[in-house]
């Protein structure tokens, strides 16, 4: 039996049982790709991350993401989530950097009593894709999409997107493609929702990887490179959004609600 350390962090959350749920796990070097995602579908968190030491000294760590169904190619709440561990866990420290397989090299770094996670900025263009704008349903004002299956739906106002029942069957047949409702907020600058039903997350709770898309667009939009954030889920979470160059810095903080052991048989 093999046991492996286990963490249940809420990220992006301004006090415990709120903000995204991630499971953190560090590893001494990489399991087989189907025991990691057994391990993320046991959890059935949005996402379990996994991390080991990076052997090519590029970064610090080496880190994956599973959702409960498929490994993907960027996470925010996770990274974050991961962050928040090696940097407890290292006092000395002020930032780690963690090399990903699609997504470059990230960093999370602290900021005051919170930390800040850099993603990729992600760039998207106004298209017209009149079955999916009714998958989403409302009334969506513009639709904006990127080759890597970033789809992001502009409304008039917060009230709608609270209101939204999507189609989760017709969006789900799209693949694992993510899909952000947004509009301005009234207690922060922006809101959005985020369902990404074809990876095994109907709606996520809060999303870094979205706001990597949002950032761009809404910083354009409101004339500033910073601007404050809530996605409006069941649980709920604020973010600190800042653009700078081609990175997104999200800022949030994290609380550790789980310490364990993952037993392994």
Request: charged letters at 20%; hydrophobic letters at 45%; aromatic letters at 10%.
């Amino acid at each position: 039996m093999t046991d492996l350390p286990y963490y249940h962090v809420d990220a992006f959350a301004d006090r415990p049982f709120t903000g995204n749920q991630a499971a953190v796990m560090p590893l001494s070097e990489w399991l087989d790709d189907a025991v990691l995602q057994a391990i993320a579908e046991e959890n059935n968190f949005a996402e379990t991350a996994f991390y080991v030491p990076d052997a090519t000294g590029e970064a610090d760590y080496e880190l994956r993401w599973f959702t409960p169904a498929v490994e993907i190619r960027l996470c925010g709440h996770a990274t974050l989530a991961s962050g928040h561990i090696i940097l407890s866990q290292n006092p000395a420290l002020d930032r780690v950097t963690l090399r990903t397989r699609k997504a470059g090299i990230l960093e999370v770094r602290r900021e005051g009593d919170a930390y800040a996670v850099a993603l990729p900025a992600i760039p998207t263009e106004e298209v017209d894709n009149p079955d999916m704008m009714a998958a989403m349903g409302g009334k969506p004002l513009a639709m904006r999409s990127n080759p890597d299956s970033y789809n992001m739906f502009v409304y008039a106002t917060a009230a709608e997107i609270l209101a939204l029942k999507p189609d989760m069957k017709a969006l789900a047949a799209l693949g694992d493609d993510s899909f952000t409702a947004t509009a301005r907020g009234d207690d922060t600058d922006v809101v959005s929702r985020v369902f990404v039903p074809g990876a095994g997350v109907d709606e996520d709770s809060v999303t870094g990887s979205a706001h990597a898309v949002i950032a761009p667009y809404w910083a354009s939009i409101l004339g500033r490179d910073s601007f404050t954030a809530y996605q409006a889920s069941a649980r709920g979470g604020y973010l600190g959004c800042h653009l700078e160059g081609d990175k997104v810095w999200l800022s949030g903080n994290c609380f550790t609600v789980v310490k364990g052991m993952f037993s392994l048989r």
